[in-house]
T-cell receptor, first 113, second 109 residues
Framework: DAGITQSPRHKVTETGTPVTLRCHQT?????MYWYRQDPGHGLRLIHY???????DKGEVSDGYSVSRSKTEDFLLTLESATSSQTSVYFC????????????FGPGTRLTVT | GQNIDQPTEMTATEGAIVQINCTYQ??????LFWYQQHAGEAPTFLSY????GLEEKGRFSSFLSRSKGYSYLLLKELQMKDSASYLC??????????FGSGTQLTVLP
């Protein structure tokens, strides 16, 4: 257990509304990641962070923004949700020296109607 | 992005050995990893290979051939709890992991 929680775990929202997902870790890891997982596409990286206020884009960053004002929290925001953003969102962390070995949170199932 | 190919589904019998193959573009990846994901749960790390050859870890082994862009995950003495999706993937020069779509393994009694 890497001490990662995500909130909310489930959310249904309407198209055009803003949505913020939270990832919280308790073990002071430097690197945090947001992925989405869709059938047929596997896990795709949205954004990642390598420290407080240090973030970078992943493969599918359009329509998403992130913020990391504290080491323990990494927020993912959908400024104006669309139906194509219906997905399961996973947060992950990794130790500084181990890119490949990431620990994932339990996931958030988001439905945009 | 990098193309990663793995079979969509596989079926095997309890107690048997199964090999899940993964192929990828030879340029750009510095290493290859495998994750296990049970239905409705988060992925969990299994192994990674940065050098050619076989890495053994208990009942699971992972093999990499960088020149051929080929990897496989070998599961021995299959158990019912091994029914899961197995994701292979790699990382290039950036701090980003690229995952395949996963192979759904069903273990039958």
């Amino acid at each position: 257990d890497a001490g990662i929680t995500q909130s909310p775990r489930h959310k249904v929202t309407e198209t055009g509304t803003p949505v913020t997902l939270r990832c919280h870790q308790t073990e002071n890891h430097r690197y945090m990641y947001w992925y989405r997982q869709d059938p047929g596409h596997g896990l795709r990286l949205i954004h990642y962070s390598y420290g407080v206020k240090d973030t970078d884009k992943g493969e599918v960053s359009d329509g998403y923004s992130v913020s990391r004002s504290k080491t323990e929290d990494f927020l993912l925001t959908l400024e104006s949700a669309t139906s194509s953003q219906t997905s399961v969102y996973f947060c992950a962390i990794s130790e500084g020296g181990s890119l490949y070995e990431q620990y994932f949170g339990p996931g958030t199932r988001l439905t945009v109607t | 992005g990098q193309n990663i190919d793995q079979p969509t589904e596989m079926t095997a019998t309890e107690g048997a050995i199964v090999q899940i193959n993964c192929t990828y573009q030879t340029s750009g990846f510095n290493g290859l990893f495998w994750y296990q994901q049970h239905a409705g749960e988060a992925p969990t790390f299994l192994s990674y290979n940065v050098l050619d050859g076989l890495e053994e870890k208990g009942r699971f082994s992972s093999f990499l051939s960088r020149s051929k862009g080929y990897s496989y995950l070998l599961l021995k003495e299959l158990q019912m709890k091994d029914s899961a999706s197995y994701l292979c993937g790699g990382s290039g020069s950036a701090r980003q992991l690229t995952f395949g779509s996963g192979t759904q393994l069903t273990v039958l009694p």
